[in-house]
């Protein structure tokens, strides 16, 4: 795959015009994603690294970030001191009870990641976590999709 030239003001104003809007989110998702992926940054899961947590076979954490204020310029300089000092995997979440009083959407979140992520130059796994989420089995077997 082709690397997509980033340019940094052309994120910029994109972040802006779907935080601000909300318009066209998906859309937008979707394009980021595709310039991400295709510049070495891919949405990746600890499922398997949790598992190996749990046999005791591995020794390290992975911190976990819950960005509420100012989400893009916060993730940026994540991004860009995990960059700085090649540092190791790190979690972006949020938890069900933080996207009401955001108005950060999953999606919107994971969007924001993403385009913080290329912006900064970061290469490799991004994770992408959603915090205290769980599905009560009767309410979602009685509608389930609510």
Known sequence: MA???????????????????NKDLLKNFKEIKKIAVENGIFPASL????????????????PA???????YH???SIF??????EAG???MEIAKSEIGYTGHSPLMYSFLVLASALREGFAG??????DHFQLDRKKFFEN???
């Open 3 to 21: 690397e997509k030239k980033v340019i940094p003001d052309e994120i910029d104003r994109m972040v802006e015009k779907v935080y601000f809007s």
């Open 47 to 62: 499922h398997n690294t949790y598992k190996e947590f749990g046999k005791r076979k591995l020794e390290f954490t992975v």
């Open 65 to 71: 970030f819950n960005i509420r204020f100012l989400p």
């Open 74 to 76: 916060t993730m940026r």
């Open 80 to 85: 860009r001191k995990a960059v700085e000092m």
């Open 89 to 91: 995997w790190f979690i």
């Open 125 to 130: 796994p991004v994770f992408i976590q959603a």
């Open 144 to 146: 389930p999709d609510e």
